[in-house]
Every structure is written in structure tokens, then in C-alpha cells.
């Protein structure tokens, strides 16, 4: 198993960067697959992007080009860098965990693992 728990949340304006945070303790981090999501109020929770162990990345159409997922399995981080940021991208974000390919890894209950939340807001 594997905790974690996500930092580096706040509130920026637009055009603003932020750079989230998620520390893994527990199992070997390396051995996993890790991902960002994030949830708005009254809305579902959406994948953002994910790292593979090969750190092959994959990204959500919304943050192409504007976020970027990075891992350090030596420290057991995970990070998230957002860049350009829009009023829609504030939400709740959370890091995620599993050491089986999510399928589909955009869907949010084939993960097993989760980080408790980081607010993120970015205002106009």
C-alpha cells in the first residue's frame, strides 16, 4: 500500500503558475503508476494527467500544453507544474496511486490509492 498527501495549493490569478505537491510513503513508489485529478463543486472528478513507470505521460486535453507531471521515486514525489492557468481550472486536486494500469487511466474509480486534496483557485 501506499499513502499520500498532496501540498502547494493555493490562489493565483490567471496567467499565474503553481506547482502542487505529493509525498508517498509505504511501498516502493517506483512501482507504481501515478496521476493528478481534480474536482470542481458539483462536478465529477476528472482525470488531469498520469505517469507511467517508464515515465511515459499522458495529458487531459484541458491542460495540454500548460501542465506537466513529474516523478521523483528516489524522494517519493510526485508533481504537478501548471502553467497558464484559467478561472477553470480551480478545483480540488488530488494525486493518485496504483500499481496496476488503471483502464481507462482517465477514470477515476480504477485507482486505489488517494491523497486527501489541494485546493487550487484561480481567480480573473
Known amino acids: 500500500q501506499v499513502q499520500m498527501v498532496e501540498s502547494g495549493g493555493g490562489s493565483v490569478q490567471a496567467g499565474g503558475s503553481l506547482r502542487l505537491s505529493c509525498g508517498a510513503s509505504?511501498?516502493?513508489?517506483?512501482?507504481?503508476?501515478l496521476g493528478w485529478f481534480r474536482q470542481a463543486p458539483g462536478k465529477e472528478r476528472e482525470a488531469v494527467t498520469v505517469?507511467?513507470?517508464?515515465?511515459?505521460?499522458l495529458n487531459s486535453d484541458s491542460v495540454k500544453g500548460r501542465f506537466t507531471i513529474s516523478r521523483d521515486n528516489a524522494n517519493k514525489m510526485l508533481y504537478l507544474q501548471m502553467y497558464s492557468l484559467i478561472p477553470e481550472d480551480t478545483a480540488m486536486y488530488y494525486c493518485?496511486?496504483?500499481?496496476?494500469?488503471?483502464?481507462?487511466?482517465?477514470?477515476?474509480?480504477?485507482?486505489?490509492?488517494w491523497g486527501q486534496g489541494t485546493q487550487v483557485t484561480v481567480s480573473s
Open positions: 509505504g511501498s516502493t513508489v517506483g512501482n507504481y503508476i
Open positions: 505517469i507511467f513507470r517508464d515515465n511515459r505521460t
Open positions: 493518485a496511486a496504483d500499481n496496476k494500469w488503471p483502464v481507462p487511466w482517465t477514470d477515476y474509480r480504477q485507482w486505489n490509492y
